[in-house]
Each structure stands twice: as structure tokens, then as C-alpha cells.
């Protein structure tokens, strides 16, 4: 590795024009050859950072070096034609157009001349540089999110990208596709790339980077080579020493005193809205004081299982009880009366972003709130939600609030309060993590765990490994909408849940 | 009983020419991700200026010529709306539609002093005549240059690469402004041009087929046309059989009464009104058939907001 700096980026100040500050002076420096880590939590800066050197953004002080020779961008053009290249988090392909259209589309902007026959020639090169194949007339939204994944970093090589920038990959694979993006990274490296990459998991810089530059709030706390550090100094830098001292929940798990099961799936089968079998014939059992996770890659059923549970999609086959009491044909209302809280996978889904918290919070358990004249009681409301607010540690300017302006973990910490002041008996809850950064995470975690230890039952569907293995009682692996093994964490190594996942 | 339909079907190739023109020029727009309902306010104004433009020059070609020109203009209006300053298309479109129709109606009457309709042309646009029989039937070079135009938009929208970049706009301007797309342009380029096209079909209102304005002379010709928009799935090609599909049923709801009433003898005074429904009532029953299978473009009438 040669220790030319490629990139070099000298006190970069973003002020956001609501007096925001993103970035408040930050020194950042890239070697050709390297792979290099920014970790941060969220809001740390990141992304902003890169998307500056990206061209997108436009830095309110700051000067950036490409190759020795100082650059000023006014787009995202100008950093391409200087081999800068960036795979997004969320995918910059147009989801309706085949592959083919896509690289045509990105490469148009290089080559104006270019026609769509020689699209071929060189997505199969570069292709074969990372080791990977598709068939160029697949529309994108018919293909896996990891596919996604190397036809974007593929289209940012065509481009002639040397220096490429990944914002969180991972966050959207399976473990099995993580490893395979690390191989093709990994061989970019060798091929004398350099590589730019943003998370904020720890694992995953300590397994690929070679340097990394650590960020909190808009600042660069330290740069380090990997090798040198702990995966736990990392966390401490990131988080900051003085908030590391987060103690666990101190409740002792109450001695289960007789094992009741609340609730019992009976060889259910659900049809999504195109008619395809989604979950098939599953047989489930959840016991009260119980985590039970169910792992797998997304869109194999678990989301239809759980709206099944919940009421939103019909079972077409089979029975569900809860408590002993045969739900099957009650409806949603009926259910989350009985005691069913849902979290769905997506805060999207869960909260109404041009709502403000107090509205928010009621919206599954209006019937709680309403007088005789279906009249909202808001005082009880907010005083209720004011007690959940300090509980459950949610950060907010104001009540009034939409909640589009909260960020991640709190909208997660308001969805949750709001379906634990439902005080449900059973809570299934899907990716609960999904995006948040480590404080948020331990907190969500911890939470879990409590409601588990007042003798209630959890089920727990995350495509994260560790997430289940760190929370579960039992695991139970779904795949292709079958669940394929279920059983002890002690007795059900990774690799093993691993195998079962990708079979 | 042949003779009918040939008849029929000439005369529905006259009145598919501005809804399918409307039609063509609409999908152009919205497949870059604006949606521009202003095309009854575009066949109006341009119905009227073209109309005086040929009063005062003698030249129809012309006339058809500054319709095009209005269209762009108003499509370029609207794409200024659209894009820079990321107002409520449905609402700009709705207040096109109005101010044109109050526009067209104060400039006839001050015009011309009159208050239902101007005087005719004494020259329109060439028009092909065949004789059949006892009937003559008139084809307008216009209408298959309006096919011929489809085809065109067709074949810019789905081979070359203005096409794919305008697409993109359409489904995932974000996507494509990372891909190095210009949206705005491209919008303004789209939404331009496409008024060009619905402006072309209003001139052929008054210079080309009537030869005189009216009030009111589209009569809801441009909302056919964007309904012929959703019938098309956005396609160029079909929409070539939606508008000749609506201009039959146009051309029924004069046809029928004339046609019953010398076979019968019946003779229809108000009656005739309920005719006239026919290709509105057409309209609304295709759409409600059609609406369940409609595949448009993702981002349609959502501003796009740069960061």
C-alpha cells in the first residue's frame, strides 16, 4: 500500500442553512490502495462528509484535494471525472428499467456517443474484475437487494470510478451476501482501488478496513490503523468514554414458574396479494417469559407470518391461537385488544411521519383515550404520553412535533412506548434495530429484555444474526415461507442458523 | 351500411387528430415525471391565436405553426411552475384551463364583437378528398402526420437515449440525477415540447377541421386526451388506437341522431343532448375498465427537490 494520500479534505465546515452545524471543521484523509473505515453513530457526519467529497453536497468552508491538485465540485459530474465514485444506501437505480438501461443511463453522462450494444462489452469486463455475472435484460426490482448491490457498484467501475465511496452496504444484506460483498471489495483492493467505507458497525471495520477515521458530531475524534485497536476502544471513541457507561437492566429474570403458551401457530399458510404462498404451513409456539427469534433474509414470509398473527392478512390455511382462544377469524381491533402488539418492520409503516408525536402515539389504542362521544381525551393523552416520553428516554423538541423530524432510534423508542403502554402480552416485532445506532440499539435490546422478564412473550423477527442470537430464548429459522429448524441458541451454533438460512 | 363505416371512420381520423395529438404530447410530459392537465386550456388558446393568425397572414401553415408555438410556450410555463418552483401541478393545471377558457372567450368578444362563435376561415388546411360513391370522404394530411408523430415519440421514448434519460425522470429522478441526468432540464425539455404537441391539435381545431372558434371549441377534448393517456398505459402506439377509439365515439354522437333520423324519420331536438354524451360516457367507461392494469411512472406529478 502506497502512502501517497489520494484524497485529502481540510477543514471542512457544513452549516446547514437552519443554523444547523453537520461538520464543524473536519481534517480527512484517504491512501491510494486502502480500504478505509468512517465510523460514526448517526448524525455523526458521515455521510455528509461524503457526500461533499462526492459533489453533492456543497461544503461551507473547507478545500478538497484529489491527487495533490485542489478540486471544487459543482455536482456529482465533477467527482466522477475525477474517479470518484458512490454506492448508495439506498440504490440509485431506477427500479422499472432492466440493468442494461440502467448502465446505459450512467454511462451516458460519461460518453455521450455511447451505444446501448456496447453496454455489454464492458459491464462483462468489469464484471469479471469483481467476479460476478448477470443477465443484462432482468428489470432491477426483480432482483435480490444484493444483486442490487454489485449491479451499483459494477455501474460506479463502468464509470471509472478508482476511488469508491459505500455508505452503510450491509445494512440491506444477509450475512451470506455481506460476506460475498467483502470478497468483491476486497478484490478491488487488490486491483489498486481504493475504497471509502461508511458504517457504523464495528465488526465489520475491524474485518475489512485498513485505516479508520472516527466521527462524533460533525468532528473527527481520532484516525487509527485497524489493526492496532480493540473493537471496544472503537465503541469508546465513537460513543464517547463519558456515555459508555450504560448499565444493563438490573431486573431479575422472574423464575418461570409453570410454562404457559400464549400463543400457538397450527400449520398456517398465508397468500400474498399476488396469489403466491408466502408462509407454509407453519407450527409455532411462543411460551410466556420468552423471546422467541425467528431468523432468516428478508421476504421469506416472516412479514406475512406476522401480519397473519396480527390480523392484517388472512391465513389460508390453518389455525392460531392465543391463550387457548382460537383467533384465527377475529380481526385486527380484536386481536390487539386480546393482548397482540405489532411492530412492523418499517417505522414507515408504524408511525405517520406528518403527524406530530401525541397523535402518533394514540393511534393504536384510540378506544383507550375516546369518551362515550368518541370524543379524544388529549390532556390524558399528553400526560400519558409525556410519562412515556421520560421513560423510554425520547428525545423532542416538543409533542407537536412531526414525527419526520425525530430521528430513527427515537421514532423506534416512540413506536415502542407506544405499544408497551398498550401493556400487551404479546409483542412481535420486526427488525427492531433496523438502523439505529449503538446507544438506541442497547436501549431497544434492553427493552426487549425487560418485557420478556415481566413474564410476557416476544416474537422476535430480525434479519441480524447477532440480534437474535444476543436476545433469544429459542430460535426458529423461516425460509422460503417453511420454518426449517427451531431450537436451543446454546445447541444452534451460526454457521449452523447460517446453513439454514441459505439452503 | 360499408359506406357507413368508411364514412364513420374518416371522420373519426379527423377527430382523433387533437386528442391524439393532446394524447401524445401528454405521455412526452409525463413520462418525465410532470403531469400537465392544462391540455384543454393549451387547444384553446392555440385554437384561437392560430385562428387569428391565419385571419391576418391568409397562411393556415402558419396558423398550425404559432399553435405549436403557444403549446411550447404554455408547457414551458407550466414546466417553470413544475420544476422551479415546485407548485401543486393538478392546481396550475386547473387554473390554466380557466384563465384560457375566460382568456379565449374575452379576445373573441373584443375581437370580433361576437359572443358564441368568429367568422369562418375562407382558407383552411390542404385536405384530401376521395370520392365513394355518393359521399366524399376527407382525410387531413395532419392526422396521419399525427400517427406519423406518435410513432416518432414512441420511438424517441424507448430507442434513443433523450428517451431513457426523460424516463428515468420520470420513475426515480433522484436515481437519475446521481446517474448525471439533468431533471430539470430534461422536465422543462419534456413538458415544452409535449405542449407543443397539444397546442399542434388545437390549432387543427379551428384551422384545419372547423374553421372557425367557438366557445368552448375543445368541449372537454383535452381531458379525453388524458384519459386516453391512462387507457395507452403510456405508450405512444396504443394511444394511436385510444384516440381513434374515442374519436369514433365523437364522431357517433353526431352521427347516430343524423343517421337515425333519416332512416326513421325521427326528428331529435333535445333529445340530441343526450347524444352528445356519448364520448364522455365513453371515456368514463373505458377509464373505470382500464384504471385496475395502469402502469404510470413513479414520481408523476411530484416536484423534485434538490438537497
Same mark, same amino acid.
Given at each position: ?19 444547523? +452545524? ?30 461533499? =467529497? ?16 485542489? !478540486? ?30 440502467? =448502465? ?39 432482483l435480490p437487494i444484493g444483486v442490487q448491490q454489485k449491479i451499483e457498484i459494477l455501474k460506479t467501475l463502468m464509470r471509472g470510478a478508482r476511488i469508491l465511496i459505500l455508505d452503510e452496504p450491509t445494512s440491506v444484506l444477509s450475512p451470506l451476501e455481506t460476506v460475498e460483498l467483502f470478497k468483491i471489495l476486497r478484490r478491488l483492493k487488490e486491483s489498486g482501488y481504493t475504497i471509502i467505507y461508511i458504517t457504523h458497525k464495528l465488526r465489520e471495520i475491524k474485518g475489512l478496513t485498513d485505516r479508520v477515521t472516527i466521527m462524533r458530531r460533525g ?25 459508555? !457507561? ?32 408466502? !408462509? ?13 427469534? =425467528? ?29 387457548? =382462544? ?19 418492520d418499517s417505522r414507515g409503516e408504524a408511525l405517520i411521519y406528518n403527524m406530530n408525536l401525541v397523535e402518533n402515539f394514540i393511534l393504536t389504542s384510540l378506544e383507550r383515550y375516546m369518551n362515550s362521544l368518541k370524543i379524544i381525551d388529549w390532556r390524558r393523552v399528553r400526560k400519558d404520553l409525556l410519562k412515556a416520553v421520560e421513560r423510554f428516554d425520547i428525545k423532542t423538541r416538543s409533542l407537536d412535533l412531526d414525527v419526520r423530524f425525530l430521528s430513527g432510534g427515537n421514532q423506534q423508542k416512540l413506536i415502542i412506548a407506544r405499544e408497551f ?21 442497547? +436501549? ?39 420454518? !426449517? ?13 447460517? +446453513?439454514?438460512?441459505?439452503? | 351500411?360499408?359506406?357507413?363505416? *368508411? ?6 381520423? &379527423? ?19 410532470? $403531469? ?17 393568425? &391565419? ?21 414551458? @410555463? ?26 379565449? $372567450?374575452?379576445?373573441? $368578444? ?12 375562407? &382558407? ?12 366524399? *370522404? ?17 420511438? @424517441? ?87 381513434? *377509439? ?11 341522431p343524423i343517421k337515425l333520423s333519416s332512416l326513421y324519420g325521427i326528428v331529435f331536438t333535445t333529445q340530441n343532448n343526450l347524444f352528445l354524451t356519448i364520448p364522455y360516457l365513453a371515456t368514463i367507461i373505458i377509464v373505470m375498465i382500464i384504471s385496475r392494469r395502469i402502469k404510470m411512472p413513479r414520481s408523476l406529478g411530484t416536484p423534485y427537490i434538490k438537497e
Amino acid at each position: 500500500m502506497s502512502r501517497r494520500p489520494i484524497i485529502q479534505m481540510i477543514g471542512i465546515e457544513k452549516i446547514y442553512p437552519d443554523g444547523q +452545524y453537520a461538520l464543524r471543521g473536519v481534517d480527512f484523509e484517504v491512501f491510494e490502495g486502502e480500504i478505509h473505515g468512517i465510523l460514526g453513530e448517526n448524525g455523526a457526519g458521515k455521510t455528509t462528509l461524503m457526500r461533499i =467529497l462526492y459533489g453533492e453536497i456543497r461544503p461551507t468552508r473547507g478545500r478538497i484535494f484529489v491527487r495533490g491538485r485542489e !478540486v471544487r465540485f459543482s455536482g456529482p459530474w465533477d467527482a466522477i471525472r475525477e474517479g470518484i465514485g458512490m454506492v448508495y444506501q439506498h440504490f440509485s437505480l431506477i427500479p422499472s428499467f432492466t440493468v442494461r438501461e440502467n =448502465l446505459y443511463l450512467s454511462m451516458l453522462s460519461m460518453n455521450k456517443k455511447i451505444r446501448r450494444e456496447d453496454i455489454d462489452e464492458i459491464a462483462r469486463e468489469y464484471g469479471e474484475m469483481i467476479g460476478f455475472k448477470i443477465s443484462l435484460d432482468e428489470v432491477v426490482e426483480d432482483l435480490p437487494i444484493g444483486v442490487q448491490q454489485k449491479i451499483e457498484i459494477l455501474k460506479t467501475l463502468m464509470r471509472g470510478a478508482r476511488i469508491l465511496i459505500l455508505d452503510e452496504p450491509t445494512s440491506v444484506l444477509s450475512p451470506l451476501e455481506t460476506v460475498e460483498l467483502f470478497k468483491i471489495l476486497r478484490r478491488l483492493k487488490e486491483s489498486g482501488y481504493t475504497i471509502i467505507y461508511i458504517t457504523h458497525k464495528l465488526r465489520e471495520i475491524k474485518g475489512l478496513t485498513d485505516r479508520v477515521t472516527i466521527m462524533r458530531r460533525g468532528r473527527v475524534v481520532s484516525v487509527v490503523e485497524t489493526d492496532k485497536v480493540s473493537e471496544e476502544e472503537l465503541a469508546k471513541m465513537m460513543i464517547g468514554s463519558e456515555e459508555f !457507561v450504560f448499565k444493563r437492566s438490573e431486573v431479575k429474570r422472574k423464575e418461570k414458574t409453570e410454562k404457559r403458551r400464549i400463543l400457538e401457530i397450527r400449520g398456517v399458510s398465508v397468500v400474498d396479494d399476488k396469489g403466491v404462498e408466502k !408462509v407454509r404451513e407453519v407450527y409455532l409456539e411462543i411460551f410466556n417469559g420468552e423471546i422467541l427469534g =425467528l431468523a432468516g433474509v428478508q421476504g421469506n414470509g416472516q412479514k406475512e407470518l406476522a401480519e397473519a398473527i396480527a390480523g392484517i392478512k388472512k391465513v389460508s390455511r390453518g389455525r392460531i391461537f392465543f391463550n387457548g =382462544l382460537d383467533i384465527t377469524d377475529l380481526d385486527v381491533r380484536e386481536r390487539y385488544r386480546l393482548g397482540i402488539s405489532y411492530v412492523p418492520d418499517s417505522r414507515g409503516e408504524a408511525l405517520i411521519y406528518n403527524m406530530n408525536l401525541v397523535e402518533n402515539f394514540i393511534l393504536t389504542s384510540l378506544e383507550r383515550y375516546m369518551n362515550s362521544l368518541k370524543i379524544i381525551d388529549w390532556r390524558r393523552v399528553r400526560k400519558d404520553l409525556l410519562k412515556a416520553v421520560e421513560r423510554f428516554d425520547i428525545k423532542t423538541r416538543s409533542l407537536d412535533l412531526d414525527v419526520r423530524f425525530l430521528s430513527g432510534g427515537n421514532q423506534q423508542k416512540l413506536i415502542i412506548a407506544r405499544e408497551f403502554s398498550r401493556d400487551p402480552k404479546l409483542l412481535i416485532v420486526s427488525e427492531p434495530t433496523h438502523g439505529l445506532d449503538i446507544m438506541s440499539t442497547i +436501549y431497544v435490546r434492553d427493552l426487549l429484555r425487560k418485557f420478556r422478564d415481566s413474564g410476557r412473550g416476544v416474537l422476535l423477527i430480525s434479519s441480524d444474526l447477532d440480534e437474535i442470537y444476543e436476545l433469544s430464548d429459542r430460535i426458529a429459522v423461516i425460509n422460503r415461507g417453511r420454518i !426449517v429448524i427451531t431450537g436451543d441458541p446454546k445447541e444452534l451454533p451460526p454457521e449452523k442458523i447460517g +446453513y439454514y438460512i441459505g439452503i | 351500411m360499408i359506406s357507413d363505416i *368508411i364514412v364513420v371512420s374518416s371522420l373519426a381520423l &379527423t377527430s382523433m387528430t387533437p386528442i391524439l395529438l393532446g394524447s401524445v404530447g401528454e405521455i412526452f410530459t409525463e413520462k418525465s415525471g410532470v $403531469v400537465n392537465i392544462g391540455i384543454e386550456g393549451i387547444f384553446l388558446l392555440s385554437a384561437l391565436i392560430s385562428l387569428i393568425i &391565419t385571419f391576418v397572414t391568409e397562411d393556415p401553415y402558419l396558423g398550425l405553426f404559432t399553435g405549436f408555438l403557444i403549446g411550447a410556450f404554455a408547457g414551458f @410555463i407550466h414546466a417553470v411552475f413544475a420544476v422551479y418552483l415546485k407548485s401543486d401541478q393538478i392546481i396550475v393545471g386547473v387554473g390554466f384551463n380557466m384563465l384560457a377558457y375566460g382568456a379565449t $372567450v374575452l379576445m373573441m $368578444v373584443s375581437i370580433w364583437q361576437a359572443h358564441g362563435a368568429s367568422p369562418t376561415l375562407p &382558407t383552411k388546411t390542404y385536405v384530401i378528398s376521395i370520392p365513394l360513391g355518393r359521399d366524399v *370522404i376527407t382525410i387531413h394530411p395532419l392526422s396521419i402526420m399525427a400517427i406519423g408523430l406518435a410513432i416518432l415519440f414512441w420511438w @424517441i421514448l424507448e430507442k434513443t437515449s433523450l428517451g431513457l434519460k426523460i424516463r428515468a425522470c420520470g420513475e426515480d429522478p433522484k436515481s437519475a440525477e446521481a446517474s448525471g441526468v439533468n431533471v430539470y432540464l430534461m422536465r422543462i425539455i419534456a413538458t415544452t415540447v409535449g405542449g407543443g404537441l397539444a397546442g399542434l391539435g388545437g390549432a387543427f381545431l379551428t384551422v384545419s377541421w372547423i374553421g372557425q372558434f367557438t366557445r368552448n371549441i375543445s368541449a372537454g377534448r383535452g381531458f379525453i386526451a388524458l384519459a386516453n393517456v391512462a387507457f395507452s398505459n403510456w405508450n405512444p402506439l396504443t394511444a394511436i388506437l385510444g384516440a381513434l *377509439i374515442f374519436g369514433i365515439f365523437d364522431v357517433l354522437a353526431l352521427y347516430v341522431p343524423i343517421k337515425l333520423s333519416s332512416l326513421y324519420g325521427i326528428v331529435f331536438t333535445t333529445q340530441n343532448n343526450l347524444f352528445l354524451t356519448i364520448p364522455y360516457l365513453a371515456t368514463i367507461i373505458i377509464v373505470m375498465i382500464i384504471s385496475r392494469r395502469i402502469k404510470m411512472p413513479r414520481s408523476l406529478g411530484t416536484p423534485y427537490i434538490k438537497e
